[in-house]
């Protein structure tokens, strides 16, 4: 009997210790040879105590991993506090990313170097270093990780919080041509969250920078209420959406408010949660708003909620005429575009809700402007069975974000042709002229109209089409529209369906800084 026991209570005890050890978190160095200039320190031992940790010589990152039943698709780097000297590891981090989890983020916490504590070799360029990379590996790996890579945050504390200006406000570009595919993806956040940060804010937030939430206690001993503040006003002059949350008691470094004595900082991860899903940072990848679902078999369409927005996703990314491009909206399905050169062909492909409404989701290849613009090109759609509605668009936009002011006309794969205004930022588009071509534009070479135009002059804009390969004329009235330059132009797309993408190939392209030369 003892003998026939014995393997049974290994057993038991050992499939505990199993469990555990399958649930120890990820740790990925930032760099597999060590930091670039000090890869001979790699191997020096962290020392960790207590709530901290030091003596970081081999930055990396820890992953803690959502329930699979509850993963959404949107990452948090962590960088925890500690005064450049020692991380605060458990409490603002490891702690940090439990509470996210819970909310279906995947989560990075970050170890980075730190250039106060003694003796080190280290300086405030290695921590900006460090937290670029970071951001990188982490897109780079989103398929791995089954995230977006447009919905990749970073969270910090106290010093993390001075880490956070380090890299958020930058445009963030990878090298194309580096040998380490890491160092190619985008090292800028989609938004930040500050808590109690230190450091400074920036002179100017740019109007681009990722939305951001903060929280500080007014009572903060070392001044970082005045940090807050100053971020807060200067993210609220850049229009860039800002949530604050000022608390009159707390002190510095309350983390994640468990230990308080006080129910605001004690709720405050509350209020992180309920702005992130505000924000629509927490809608499960892939997935669609209820509001943006189907109402029919012919989809029919309401308007969004007026609060709704998300930030668009910019690339400063030539191609053909253009300078860059930005997924309008962030529409759930990422866009994308090429050119051949030796066709002058521009193959756009995108999902998008629409381009209506007081927001829009489309791909977007632009050049900034001034004064007077023609824009005009054919458009074919490649794909027979496509959606009616899709569109291709020629846009004059004020700004990038998705419900900027705007002109647009547009050719719809089923051939209607209009010309619509966005008079105001986050107003509704007002219908200016329509008109429904003969044939299926959707069917290259078939009948209908395959070349549309817009040209401005002054305030002035109107369309212009070639039905079945005539000469372009003006159609309908023009409509007056008055926009500060520099402004955006350029052509896009639209499948108008939140989740499905389709193509739109727009070539022979004119685009000229000056009216008349639509052709």
């Not at 927490?282 to 909620?305: E, F, I, K, M, R």
């Not at 709704?308 to 529409?331: M, V, W």
């Not at 209607?416 to 003969?438: T, V």
């Not at 401005?456 to 009235?477: I, R």
Request: proline letters at 8%; glycine letters at 10%.
């Amino acid at each position: 009997m003892r003998s026939s026991r014995t393997p049974q209570l290994l057993v038991a005890l050992l499939l505990p210790l199993a469990a555990m050890a399958q649930a120890q978190p990820q740790v990925i160095p930032l760099w597999t040879n060590g930091a670039p200039g000090f890869e001979s320190r790699r191997d020096i031992p962290e020392r960790a105590k207590d709530y901290w940790v030091r003596d970081i010589n081999n930055p990396s990152v820890t992953v803690f991993l959502p329930p699979k039943d509850k993963a959404n698709g949107c990452a948090v780097v962590v960088a925890p506090g500690g005064g450049f000297k020692e991380l605060v590891f458990n409490s603002e981090g490891k702690q940090a990313a439990e509470f996210l989890n819970t909310l279906g983020i995947t989560v990075f916490v970050l170890k980075y170097r730190l250039p106060k504590a003694d003796n080190s070799p280290y300086s405030m360029d290695d921590v900006r270093q460090d937290a670029y990379r970071a951001i990188r590996l982490v897109r780079s790996r989103a398929s791995e990780f089954q995230i977006d890579p447009k919905r990749i945050g970073i969270l910090g504390f106290s010093a993390g919080g001075f880490l956070i200006n380090m890299v958020a406000y930058g445009k963030g570009d990878g090298d194309p041509a580096a040998a380490d595919p890491i160092d190619r993806e985008n090292g800028r956040p989609s938004f930040e969250m500050f808590v109690y940060p230190g450091g400074g804010a920036p002179e100017v937030v740019p109007p681009d920078t990722g939305p951001a939430f903060l929280v500080c206690a007014t009572d903060d001993q070392f001044g970082c209420d005045k940090v807050a503040l100053d971020l807060y006003e200067k993210f609220r002059a850049a229009k860039v959406p800002v949530e604050a949350h000022f608390i009159v008691r707390g002190r510095h470094g309350f983390n994640m408010g468990e230990r308080s004595q006080y129910a605001a900082i004690r709720g405050w991860p509350q209020r992180m949660a309920d702005w992130l899903g505000d924000s629509g940072l927490l809608t499960p990848l892939g997935a669609v708003p209820a509001w943006a679902q189907p109402g029919s078999a012919t989809h029919v369409q309401v308007a969004p909620p007026a609060d709704f927005h998300r930030a668009s996703t910019n690339f400063d990314a030539p191609i053909g005429l253009f300078e860059g491009q930005s997924d309008i909206g962030s529409a759930v399905v990422p866009g994308s575009a090429s050119y051949d050169a030796g066709t002058g062909q521009y193959t756009i492909n995108s999902a998008g809700y629409n381009i209506w409404y007081s927001r829009d989701e489309f791909r977007y290849l632009w050049r900034k402007m001034s004064g007077d613009v023609s824009l005009a090109a054919d458009v074919s759609f490649p794909n027979p069975n496509g959606y009616g509605d899709r569109k291709a668009v020629f846009v004059i936009r004020q700004d990038l974000d998705d419900d900027s002011r705007e002109v647009m006309t547009a050719l719809h794969g089923a051939g209607l042709i209009h010309l619509a205004q966005r008079p105001e930022k986050n107003a509704n588009i007002k219908e200016a002229y329509r008109m429904q071509a003969p044939g299926d534009p959707g069917v290259s070479g078939g009948a209908g109209a395959r070349r549309i135009g817009i040209e401005k002059h002054g305030d002035s804009f109107a369309l212009f089409v070639s039905l079945d390969g005539g000469p372009m004329h003006q159609v309908g009235p023009a409509l007056n529209l008055h926009f500060d330059g520099p402004f955006y132009v350029g052509i896009g797309f639209c499948s108008h369906l939140p989740d499905k993408s389709d193509t739109a190939v727009l070539s022979n392209v004119v685009l000229e800084d000056s009216a008349g030369k639509v052709r």
